[in-house]
């Protein structure tokens, strides 16, 4: 008699074994993937998103799960790593056929888009919120992950893209102050709120990111505390021209109007942008590599010699004092 697939079975076999395009996947029939090595190192990270903590329950689910992918992309090019493969740990209270359609659609183009296939994973069911946990692979040339720590005195700060926008996407959702201010501008708030809902990780950097920097993380808690957290590492202190970190059109609109301050834009969470340290001397070759793959970079102030917490400067060069460095989950 032909055993009858569980509904966890049907649910993997219908909406995520067309993702597991990757040989070593096996068609998710198996309990493990195999992955070939070669001569790389393969680097490893875990993201897990929330509803209601990292995303709100009526959020696309199509946009949840490039999310869930994209945030553990980010941590990879902040490495200097290219996408191998990822797992995928799904908890839901109840199976919507509607909502996992949608779900695993977004996940497969991402999937397909930045290279990174579904390997495996686990579906189970939870009385609580939907809980989404990815744990992505990706591949570097032997001994050449870019690490936190490395940063040096001398080094110029980069960072990618524009700071706290995600912050403000969020507000906006929740109906707040900047709502209200961009209510006539559609455009702005439709970017602010894509900023939140689906993350762009800057994976054609990730090779400048290891040919020129030396240290580097991805800014996903706030750019003052994440960066608070690299000089830590690196036993080292920053100087931070607050002028100069880079802030969409959208974001300087609310500032003149007051509704934020530019400390909500750099201790807000979910830029996942790439804030990395580079030698002086190849700063030039660095911003070169950047334009090619089509990303922008700022230099936003300099590694310096103490173990202080990072100095964020005024327009005058005088110090500011932040109440809130980043996001903390507790």
Same mark, same amino acid.
């Given at each position: 008699?032909?055993?009858?697939?569980?509904?966890?079975?049907?649910?993997?076999?219908?909406?995520?074994?067309?993702?597991?395009?990757?040989?070593?996947?096996?068609?998710?029939?198996?309990?493990?993937?195999?992955?070939?090595?070669?001569?790389?190192?393969?680097?490893?990270?875990?993201?897990?998103?929330?509803?209601?903590?990292?995303?709100?329950?009526?959020?696309?689910?199509?946009?949840?799960?490039?999310?869930?992918?994209?945030?553990?992309?980010?941590?990879?090019?902040?490495?200097?790593?290219?996408?191998?493969?990822?797992?995928?740990?799904?908890?839901?209270?109840?199976?919507?056929?509607?909502?996992?359609?949608?779900?695993?659609?977004?996940?497969?183009?991402?999937?397909?888009?930045?290279? %990174?296939?579904?390997?495996?994973?686990?579906?189970?069911?939870?009385?609580?919120?939907? #809980?989404?946990?990815?744990?992505?692979?990706?591949?570097?040339?032997?001994?050449? #992950?870019?690490?936190?720590?490395?940063?040096?005195?001398?080094?110029?700060?980069?960072?990618?893209?524009?700071?706290?926008?995600?912050?403000?996407?969020?507000?906006?959702?929740?109906?707040?102050?900047?709502?209200?201010?961009?209510?006539?501008?559609?455009?702005?708030?439709? #970017?602010?709120?894509?900023?939140?809902?689906?993350?762009?990780?800057?994976?054609?950097?990730?090779?400048?990111?290891?040919?020129?920097?030396?240290?580097?993380?991805?800014?996903?808690?706030?750019?003052?505390?994440?960066?608070?957290?690299? %000089?830590?590492?690196?036993?080292?202190?920053?100087?931070?021209?607050?002028?100069?970190?880079?802030?969409?059109?959208?974001?300087?609109?609310?500032?003149?109007?007051?509704?934020?301050?530019?400390?909500?834009?750099?201790?807000?969470?979910?830029?996942?942008?790439?804030? %990395?340290?580079?030698?002086?001397?190849? %700063?030039?070759?660095?911003?070169?590599?950047?334009?090619?793959?089509?990303?922008?970079?700022?230099?936003?102030?300099?590694?310096?010699?103490?173990?202080?917490?990072?100095?964020?400067?005024?327009?005058?060069?005088?110090?500011?004092?932040?109440?809130?460095?980043?996001?903390?989950?507790?």
């Amino acid at each position: 008699m032909t055993q009858a697939p569980s509904g966890e079975d049907s649910l993997i076999a219908r909406y995520f074994k067309p993702l597991a395009t990757d040989p070593g996947a096996f068609g998710l029939v198996d309990d493990a993937a195999a992955i070939p090595a070669g001569g790389d190192d393969l680097v490893v990270n875990t993201d897990a998103i929330v509803e209601g903590v990292h995303y709100l329950p009526d959020d696309p689910p199509d946009t949840i799960a490039r999310k869930a992918l994209r945030v553990n992309l980010s941590d990879l090019a902040a490495k200097g790593a290219v996408p191998a493969g990822f797992l995928l740990t799904l908890a839901l209270r109840q199976k919507d056929e509607t909502w996992l359609a949608a779900f695993a659609g977004g996940l497969g183009e991402d999937a397909a888009t930045f290279g %990174c296939p579904l390997l495996g994973g686990d579906t189970v069911s939870t009385p609580g919120p939907v #809980m989404i946990s990815v744990t992505a692979w990706g591949r570097v040339p032997r001994g050449r #992950m870019v690490h936190r720590f490395g940063a040096r005195p001398g080094d110029r700060v980069m960072v990618t893209g524009t700071i706290g926008d995600a912050a403000l996407g969020l507000r906006v959702l929740q109906g707040r102050a900047e709502a209200g201010v961009l209510d006539a501008d559609a455009a702005a708030r439709e #970017m602010l709120i894509g900023r939140y809902r689906v993350p762009q990780p800057r994976s054609a950097l990730a090779t400048a990111v290891r040919d020129y920097a030396t240290a580097s993380m991805d800014v996903s808690d706030g750019l003052a505390g994440d960066l608070t957290k690299l %000089c830590a590492a690196s036993s080292a202190s920053a100087d931070i021209a607050l002028s100069y970190v880079p802030i969409s059109s959208a974001a300087a609109k609310l500032i003149a109007e007051g509704v934020v301050q530019l400390e909500t834009l750099i201790s807000g969470g979910d830029d996942y942008e790439i804030l %990395c340290t580079v030698p002086a001397a190849q %700063c030039e070759a660095f911003r070169t590599a950047a334009v090619a793959a089509g990303i922008a970079v700022t230099d936003i102030g300099a590694i310096v010699e103490g173990t202080q917490a990072p100095r964020f400067l005024d327009g005058q060069g005088r110090p500011v004092r932040l109440k809130r460095l980043s996001y903390s989950h507790f």
